[in-house]
């Protein structure tokens, strides 16, 4: 059985990437060792400029659109955002009525 990503996908996505997403740290835990009875490396994807883990996934999604799918993907995320930030804020208004 291979792998559905070979060596070079993961070269070529992290060309795509460069510059837009941070390097972040691998870190380890003895207590996670000690449970797991081997070496646990955690990935700080946390540390990225939003905070989010899937940051490097969708940077990498997005650059392999073509510039057309590229715009519409932004609009239609941009409007998605505003839309969910207007309900925070009715939210938090309607909150602070009651």
Do not use: P
């Amino acid at each position: 059985m291979g792998y559905a990503v070979e060596f070079s996908d993961v070269q070529a996505a992290a060309q795509r990437i460069a510059g837009t997403v941070k390097r972040t740290a691998v870190v380890s835990s003895e207590e996670l060792d000690d449970i797991a009875g081997r070496e646990v490396l955690l990935k700080c994807e946390n540390l990225q400029h939003v905070g989010a883990f899937k940051f490097r996934g969708a940077t990498n999604a997005v650059r392999m659109l073509d510039e057309d799918a590229e715009r519409e993907y932004a609009r239609t995320a941009a409007a998605t955002t505003l839309r969910r930030l207007r309900s925070q804020r009715s939210n938090e208004a309607c909150q602070h009525t009651s």
